[in-house]
């Protein structure tokens, strides 16, 4: 008897592991999808607000209102409208690594994007399991919430909820107008998107076993000056916990500092009349232009403008950098880091002296007679550009960020893969990112080291969204970067805490910040 109970229960286990997962939201019902090989649940595309369509573009997010009793949460929902850079540069990438273009299908984006997807290996309410939040990267007009570096499952096998969130880019995102009225967002409305998708988290995320006291916000590149933004915003106050800013803590901060909301609105204007519109009504004409040709007039234009956070006067009262330098981001705590070779792979292959002469020169805080110094004993020039590139964008605003910070780790990627491909790419832009969420793609070379890197990574990530420190037993310990000494964690062929590097050029840096808060 006591046997048959026990297999009547072992049957039921069964079927509750791989019947559809469903949970129930706001009086829809989600129809997720259950991983066959890890019986993790994921739920595609999972709106967060109303579609930003018609006299909703250009206003920040709307409740969701078009609800169906029934959502299948079974796909991806499309990108937000965009070129195709990214993607080729995965097609690149994978030719690279001696695959094909084939690996990569066609990418399908609309302006109906403002989805959500979550995994999860928990759906009971009390599992109050970490939350991480991804913001992806590309200079806040391309990428999306599902690239193939980005899906959840692994992180959800290590113990915490994913969520990944898309957020409307380039000038459907990040552009502003004389005509908005008052009581409007103003701009920064891929902003308003990420701040609109913590809220829903916040909500429903128990529903999904995660637990909103403990959500932790991670972004790469463009994805990461969004994070140490949403750090620097009360609107964005309590919504997180906690903050990993990956390969960016330099761009649109510092001497050039934040556009301006009367930048946003020029360049409102300056679109209304790309497409001839001017007078009281150039603003609402310009919402009647189809998304497909807005968008390619607006890149003929803007192709090389990047659209960092505004300050808006809502969400960004005055710039993160000012905020940085007087202690006043949100009280979290956070890790933040850059790769070894940011820039290496772009930088022309026959790169010499002139060009490097142009990189310190177009420096905003590496512009300096002590730069040249700093890189004695350097011979490759690339690898010199990169050097200034990263340090002034990146790796330097990094050391300089936790220095200001009590709980602030910082990290230094310098794993290169193994083979042509990795020698090629190095420790590129974005490196990382297979670590993080444990998806090395069976077309690039994945050594055991690279596991072992991988499985060491995801420890420290996921321990810090669990407790707010990345340190845990077995693993070598990680110093907060205020300690004496001001180390970091390198993940490369081995993991260790050793000093900073590029001392001589982020104490250039640190000087030039310093003469621009005189």
């Known amino acids: 008897m006591m046997r048959s109970a026990a297999i009547a229960l072992l049957f039921m286990m069964l079927v509750a592991c791989t019947r559809q997962p469903e949970v129930n939201v706001d009086g829809e019902q989600l129809r997720g999808e259950r991983l066959d090989d890890t019986g993790i649940a994921v739920f595609r595309g999972v709106p967060f607000a109303e579609p930003p ?70 759906l009971d309410e009390n599992a109050r399991r970490p939350v991480m939040v991804y913001l992806h990267g590309g200079s806040n007009d391309q990428g999306w919430a599902y690239e193939p570096d ?86 964005a106050a309590g919504l997180f916990h906690g903050g990993i800013m990956q390969s960016n803590a330099g761009f649109g901060i510092g001497r050039r500092g934040s556009p301006s909301l009367d930048d946003e609105r020029q360049r409102g204007m300056d679109t209304a009349a790309l497409f001839g519109f001017d007078g009281t009504d ?44 007087d202690g006043g981001l949100a009280d979290i705590p956070f890790i933040i880091g850059s790769n070894g070779d940011e820039w290496y792979s772009r930088v022309p292959e026959d790169a010499g002296e002139a060009e490097l002469l142009k990189a310190i020169e177009s420096s905003s805080h590496l512009n300096s007679p002590d730069t040249l110094a700093a890189l004695q004993g350097e011979t ?38 193994d083979g042509e491909g990795g020698a090629t790419v190095r420790a590129y832009h974005g490196a990382e990112l297979p670590y993080v969420f444990g998806t090395h793609p069976s077309w690039m070379a994945t050594s055991d080291i690279d596991r072992h890197l991988t499985d060491q990574i995801l420890s420290y990530w996921t321990q810090f969204a669990a407790t707010g420190n990345p340190n845990l037993p077995g693993l070598p310990e990680w110093p907060s970067f205020n300690l004496p000494g001001h180390q970091v964690m390198v993940f490369g062929d081995e993991m260790t805490a050793t000093s900073a590097p590029e001392p001589d050029l ?3 840096f640190s000087r030039s910040v310093a003469e621009t808060l005189e």
């Not at 829903?200 to 128990?206: D, E, G």
């Not at 609402?284 to 300050?311: D, G, W």
């Not at 050097?387 to 290169?416: E, K």
Request: glycine share 6%.
């Open 53 to 122: 369509l018609g006299d909703l573009r250009w206003r920040s997010p709307q409740p969701l209102q078009t609800k169906v009793p029934d959502r299948n949460a079974t796909e991806f929902a499309p990108a937000c409208m965009q070129s195709m850079g990214i993607l080729e540069w995965y097609r690149d990438m994978a030719e690279l690594f001696g695959s094909t273009r084939n690996e990569f299908s066609d990418l399908a984006v609309s302006e109906d994007c403002l989805y959500l997807n979550i995994w999860t290996a928990n």
């Open 150 to 235: 980005y899906h959840g499952h692994v992180l959800a096998e290590r113990g915490v909820v994913l969520v990944s969130i898309a957020y409307r880019l380039g000038v459907f995102g990040f552009l502003s107008h004389p005509d908005i009225g008052d009581s409007e967002a103003q701009a920064n409305f891929g902003l308003w998107d990420q701040i609109a998708a913590l809220e829903w988290i916040q909500k429903n995320i128990s529903k999904f076993g995660g637990d909103p006291s403990r959500i932790t916000v991670f972004g790469e590149s463009a994805g990461s000056q969004d994070v140490l933004a949403l750090m620097a915003s009360e609107r």
């Open 282 to 325: 150039a603003w609402q004409q310009l919402k009647s232009v189809p998304a497909s040709e807005l968008l390619a007039k607006y890149e003929e234009t803007f192709s090389s403008y990047y659209h960092s956070p505004a300050i808006d006067g809502q969400i960004l009262e005055r710039s993160v950098w000012e905020t940085i330098n």
């Open 380 to 417: 490759d020039y690339r690898r010199a550009i990169d050097r200034i590139s990263a340090g002034n964008g990146m790796l330097c605003p990094s050391q300089y960020t936790a220095a200001q910070y009590d709980d602030a780790w910082v990290y230094h990627f310098t794993r290169i893969r």
């Open 506 to 508: 982020c104490r250039i």
